[in-house]
């Protein structure tokens, strides 16, 4: 079955740690995102990439970084830098040709700062 | 600065009502408007996608879309508990940018 995997689904992280979140997907699509949820609230852009190699800052990057260096994965860390890391976290994924281009989202990562 | 904007909620109904979700947005060239449920602690789930004005119907929910107006409705015909969660509404660009623009979303709770 094709579709989007994240892991771990639950991660609890100390202040001062950095922590990686994992997305892979095998729906061949180029472009995945990565998205940060709190609770109530919509969904907010965090980065996106439309190739391997290549990746562009989403409305909120401050204290996150991504790498690109693999069609299928778009690892998302949690840097020590970002102040207020709890929330849900959500990789999603489309094709960037055609229409309609919804994307797909996998499962999530809840992420506490303890 | 391209918007979505949409009513937060709760909107409350009985069950085997009609509920009603708006959405409008700012940017006129987009091309792709789309519905996405999500339940509490989920991630979001397609509902409908729409990109041609009128009416879409898929079973007991039909998309509607008003280029003119800028505004797309979700009608959820019968509605049931199980249909209870928030819903999104989601805009694509025009032009090679896949990003979507998202609405925050309304909460709808279907009452026994």
């Known amino acids: 079955d094709g579709g989007i995997t994240q892991s771990p689904k639950y991660l609890f992280r100390k202040e001062g740690q950095n922590v990686t979140l994992s997305c892979e997907q095998n729906l061949n699509h180029d472009a995945m995102y990565w998205y940060r949820q709190d609770p109530g609230q919509g969904l907010r852009l965090i980065y996106y990439?439309?190739?391997?190699?290549?990746?562009q800052k989403g409305d909120i990057a401050e204290g996150y970084s991504v790498s690109r260096e693999k069609k299928e994965s778009f690892p998302l860390t949690v840097t020590s830098a970002q102040k207020n890391p709890t929330a849900f976290y959500l990789c999603?994924?489309?094709?960037?040709?055609?229409?309609?281009?919804?994307?797909?989202f996998g499962p999530g990562t809840r992420l506490t700062v303890l | 600065q391209k918007e979505v904007e949409q009513n937060s909620g709760p909107l409350s109904v009985p069950e085997g009502a009609i509920a009603s979700l708006n959405c409008t947005y700012s940017d006129r060239g987009s091309q792709s408007f789309f519905w996405y449920r999500q339940y509490s602690g989920k991630s979001p789930e397609l509902i409908m996608f729409i990109y041609s004005n009128g009416d879409k119907e898929d079973g007991r929910f039909t998309a509607q879309l008003n280029k003119a107006s800028q505004y797309v409705s979700l009608l959820i015909r019968d509605s049931q508990p199980s249909d209870s969660a928030t819903y999104l509404c989601a805009v694509s660009g025009a032009g090679n940018n896949r990003k979507l623009i998202w609405g925050l979303g309304t909460s709808l709770a279907v009452n026994p």
């Open positions: 999603a994924s489309n094709a960037i040709s055609g229409l309609p281009n919804e994307q797909f």
């Open positions: 990439s439309q190739i391997v190699n290549d990746f």
